[in-house]
């Protein structure tokens, strides 16, 4: 399967939020093979959006969620309310959050334990910055990130997992990675995990590419068996863009059917 998500941040308020959600669906109308499709409105529109993708091809998320289960934690959510919501994915550990507001891996990995025991679906971001890759740390970086997620014993069974890639240099600034660049480190984020929770099975886990996807690149990462998706910022909020990204994973999708 391949993963479209899109993380449309502050971009956008409840009025636009509703008439991209309602463009998203109608992009994949009509289509025999669709990707899997997850947008990720800011909170004050999950619950209006949440009327356009219930019972649809879409599933819905949240940007973030609280490291307290309920309580006081002013201007956070909790999972508790994303579960009222009908929230089924929750972004955790963007590098907007890591970098500007303080967060901890210790912070991102109680959040990770919190959404496993509500049913949230994990999509966990890790990445490296720009200095970190020219020292040649990016690989060291990364898996010191995955490898915090997994600090602490959760029990995951069978309940899926999404990591994106996200190179922070690459996020915003139009300079996306090389698909090659992505693969190289899927595979190293692939074998941490597998090293870290040889419970899980292959399917469990997906890893998705994020930072600068547009309509043009989209493809060339989707077609990377080691790529499952991609993790779209502000191309999300384009429609056209988006409705072009999604046809792409399409595309890459009846590819390897063609191939079975
Ligand atoms: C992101 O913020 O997760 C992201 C990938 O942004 P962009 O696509 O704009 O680089």
Redesign the pocket.
């Known amino acids: 399967m391949k993963t479209i998500?899109g993380?449309w941040?502050m971009n956008v308020g409840v009025r636009e939020s509703v008439a991209l959600a309602r463009g998203v669906l109608y992009a994949l109308r009509g289509k025999s093979v669709v990707p899997e499709v997850v947008i990720c409105p800011s909170f004050i529109a999950l619950s209006e959006v949440r009327k356009i993708t219930a019972k649809s091809r879409i599933a819905l998320g949240s940007q973030n969620s609280g490291f307290l289960e309920t309580g006081a934690l002013t201007g956070e959510i909790s999972v508790r309310q994303l579960e009222e919501l009908g929230v089924s994915h929750v972004?955790l550990g963007?590098?907007?959050r890591r970098q500007l507001l303080g967060e901890t891996n210790e912070m991102i990995q109680k959040k990770l334990a919190l959404a496993v025991k509500h049913q949230l679906i994990p999509i966990l971001?890790v990445g490296e910055t720009r200095e970190e890759r020219e020292q040649g740390k990016a690989k060291e970086v990364v898996i010191a990130q995955v490898k915090a997620m997994f600090a602490e014993k959760i029990s995951f069974k069978k309940f899926p997992l999404f990591f994106?890639y996200?190179p922070i240099w690459?996020?915003?600034?139009?300079k996306?990675a090389t698909p090659a660049d992505a693969v190289e480190m899927h595979q190293v984020i692939r074998q941490t995990i597998k090293e870290l929770v040889p419970s899980f099975s292959e399917k469990q886990v997906s890893i998705l590419y994020?930072?600068?996807?547009?309509s043009k690149n989209a493809y060339a990462f989707l077609r990377e068996q080691e790529v499952d998706g991609?993790?779209?910022?502000?191309?999300?909020v384009k429609l056209s863009q988006m409705r072009e990204i999604i046809d792409a994973a399409s595309d890459a999708l009846e590819s390897t059917l063609s191939l079975t």
């Open positions: 998500i993380n941040k972004i963007h590098s907007e971001c994106a996200e690459a996020i915003g600034t139009g996306a994020g930072g600068s996807i547009d991609v993790l779209v910022g502000g191309a999300s």
